[in-house]
């Protein structure tokens, strides 16, 4: 169920939303039509009278178009045909970006209160913006700048120098050590750790000591992390995010890693030290990347595939092995440790038959 | 070495209250036994005779069982030939369960008084059950409804409008989000957050833009979520957890993954978007599941699994490659690229000795 | 870039540290270059004429040193000949580590107050020593016993029992359950969760039900545990973390876990419950390790390999599949699950061709 929108609006204002934004594709809406209220949005399969709903086309969700009962559905030419004669639609060339339009206005945030909340700690030398809002139990350390309309949610801790960009909202409990820059408009969830120490060890004769960290983490504008994700600090010099860069929950960014402007990368993916991602890429879920190495842009990863040279060319790439039942994997994935001596015992075969040699394949 | 149980018992009022439960098998202490005094539990290497033990009757720790100084310990028929004459002990028929039930009563949590901490910032608005515990520096929002007997440990932060049930506890550090329903009985570890924002994201012309996320996290009574698990919140409809779930640490759940009754998933799975697990299933650790697909009831997958289609009929389910030394590891997955030609080529070699074509295998 | 140095000192007075630690090997300065005052430490493609780097000759790095306008290098012999003439260079054996001992002078912790913060919360039994520093808004459990020197950053909570050794720090966001164990000159990053309750479960005719977790957490010297790393208290006995053990982000250990001195453990990695890790043992980033496994001491598993079963010598062990583009990668991997009929037809071809059977390969 979809929690209470902070606002209603007609279809007609809706229309004229997206107009104002330049998404207007086919829209035309009767003039009946234009005067019904919509107050919150849900799926094609929840929606009621009274909310919105989209439909990119996909022919996997066509039952759930034909079907639905909402009272708007933002849609694209393909999606039109499927939906319900008497549903009101809005075409436009992009329903799922326009539905997040829709969204950010309904579901709008409520303006809460600028200010620092009594229970915080603030140290005398840091600058809070008059416009940003410090909530319960946060720490802000000395010489760290909060920009305006800023938002640090209870518990956050904020360390000495650290600086936070224009309209950023810490959701609760992050924690950005000292040092670190974040741009803005950022969205940061819960339980975030940014500028952490990286996993900087010297042997000593069979004694790890530790390699104090002394780079600094640097955020650039729009970048959204997710919930436990972990963002260490520089070995020497900066781990960088750049802008757009969006991150889900329980990553780990070691240290120096650099990914480039609007790559996203899905939960539980683990990037190791000095690995750089290329612009516009993709890593899926649980996605490892080895340290030291160059991701072009383009990439796109698959999930929980390993990465251990780096890639120059765009495209998608991917690694792992198909599910079984559990019987029939045994009995392959105990093969998997013959599959050189395989290679040769064919090779023997062919050769024994008198085949020209296959030449070995390389990638 | 295990921590102090708060209460002890003798021999005789264990076996009381095992019966009391109906899970007393073939429960016969001889009078003298009856009197010894447990003050404690430990495994069977380490228990002493005041501390209390279990044997399962596993041939894998039948040594351990044969030189036991337990004194007491709880068994089955099997287990029973193992153990030394002289140690006393009470036989059951799931000697584990039983076990468990001891343990509640001998380290029942000790009563802390309720009521709310001085230090903790709570709105005006929210319910506090008067036999609720609110710990220190702990944030509750607006309409927050915290029920009976629930204790919120130090540090947590608990978002707007989020119902907590009867009994239910969070450590300590936990964030649950704005509009989250939590049921009964359920125990929440430390930096687990719940209802984050998930990873909803739409194209806009190479630029990400954020959809914003509407739904809810609603999850039953009996539910155990382990250390530093995110569970994102819905996009539109609700993520739901149901009754009797277990979690274990760092799992991520995604927006609007659904997991069935009494289904239990090891640390550092993740579940991505939609997925949905049926009732009776296990997961096991590392184990990815990718977006929009669904699990039948009672649906077990081993551990470091990457599952990418849907599984219709109960059993156990593998995937991954079997450990090698890196030297034997790097010939082997070199082939692994070669397979499909492999295959050619062999196809290539019976065709030359005249079998009839080997028909391809599917799954 | 990297932050500022809380101190500097000319080459001479880094040549004297490194020679008062034994680490001159052959370091020989010109007069005039010992005046040389050096800010600050940066990677060497960056360093300006006032900052330190190192160099230990790997011939990856090599067009970076030759480029170098670093004030100081930290170098060996194999390295010095690719440094520019010119550039002040102290030659060592180990030159990442001279540069980590470097790194804590220059570096050096600015000294903060002793003293509990206002806005702490601690219980009065707990001891607390007069040298330690527990900062805002932290929580300290009855009977805990806080160390000299020790630091407890911000939003911390420590539980009842807890010990924490000397000089000891947790940074912030921390937090710590009752009758946890950490020793002297441990490093731990936000958002670490120590003694969180195992995955103990029985089953009870389909429900799971919790079996109390009553062991401890213990937690050697010198151990450094990475951002929202997750170690659960033990189920009877105690998990155990031995001195030297080095731990990166977002590691889950179960319960009863043991891992030996000096081992180092990367990103992601997950030791199910009862695994032990011998001494000196490395574990690369998403490595899982079943339960109830043992690694002797000096083995070392590549990124993302499963381990199912005990390793008993030292080595390299590596499992998974290597990357490919997503087009080949599917007919391979379509492969993998004929991998056994296709071993059994080669033997059939050989079997035709005369040839004596292929011994099957064990491992």
Same sequence: chains 1, 2, 3.
């Avoid at 005398?124 to 913006?129: C, G, L, Q, R, V």
């Avoid at 990286?198 to 600094?216: I, K």
């Avoid at 983490?217 to 750049?242: E, F, H, S």
Wanted: proline share 4%.
């Amino acid at each position: 169920m979809s929690i209470s929108a902070s606002t209603s609006a007609t279809v007609g204002e809706i229309a004229d939303w997206l107009d104002a934004q330049g998404m207007d594709g086919a829209i035309d809406v009767a003039p009946d039509e234009a005067a019904t209220r919509i107050t919150g949005a849900a799926s094609l399969a929840c929606a009621t009278a009274e909310q919105v709903s989209y439909y990119d086309g996909d022919r996997r969700s066509a039952d759930l178009a034909t079907s639905t009962r909402a009272g708007l559905v933002l849609t694209n030419e393909a999606g039109r045909q499927h939906l319900p004669r008497g549903v009101c639609c809005l075409v436009v060339d992009q329903p799922r970006l326009a539905f997040a339009r829709v969204l950010e206005r309904l579901y709008a945030l409520p303006a809460r209160p600028a200010g620092v909340h009594a229970s915080a700690v603030v140290d005398e030398s840091a600058t809070i913006d008059p416009s940003a809002r410090i909530d319960a139990q946060v720490s802000i350390g000395a010489g760290a700048r909060i920009g305006p309309k800023v938002v640090i949610g209870p518990g956050c801790v904020v360390g000495s120098n650290v600086v936070i960009g224009e309209a950023t909202r810490l959701l609760a409990r992050v924690t950005v050590l000292d040092d670190s820059l974040i741009g803005a408009r950022c969205v940061i969830q819960p339980g975030v750790v940014i500028g952490s120490d990286g996993f900087g060890l010297a042997q000593d004769n069979g004694v790890w000591r530790r390699v104090p960290q002394v780079g600094r983490v640097v955020i650039g504008n729009d970048v959204d992390i997710g919930a436990n994700t972990t963002i260490d600090r520089g070995a020497l010099d900066d781990t960088v995010i750049a802008d757009g860069v969006k991150l889900d929950n329980l990553i780990q960014i070691a240290h120096n890693v650099r990914i480039g402007e609007h790559s996203a990368v899905a939960g539980c993916a683990g990037l190791a030290g000095s690995s750089e991602v290329g612009r516009h890429c993709t890593l899926g879920g649980g996605v490892g990347l080895a340290g030291h190495l160059t991701l072009a842009d383009n990439v796109h990863i698959t999930g929980m595939s390993m990465v251990t040279r780096s890639i120059h060319r765009p495209g998608v790439y991917s690694a792992g092995t198909p599910l079984d039942t559990n019987e029939r994997w045994h009995r392959n994935a105990a093969r998997f440790k013959q599959l050189d001596r395989l290679v040769r015992r064919v090779k023997q075969l062919e050769k024994r038959l008198g085949d020209k040699p296959t030449p070995e394949e390389d990638s």
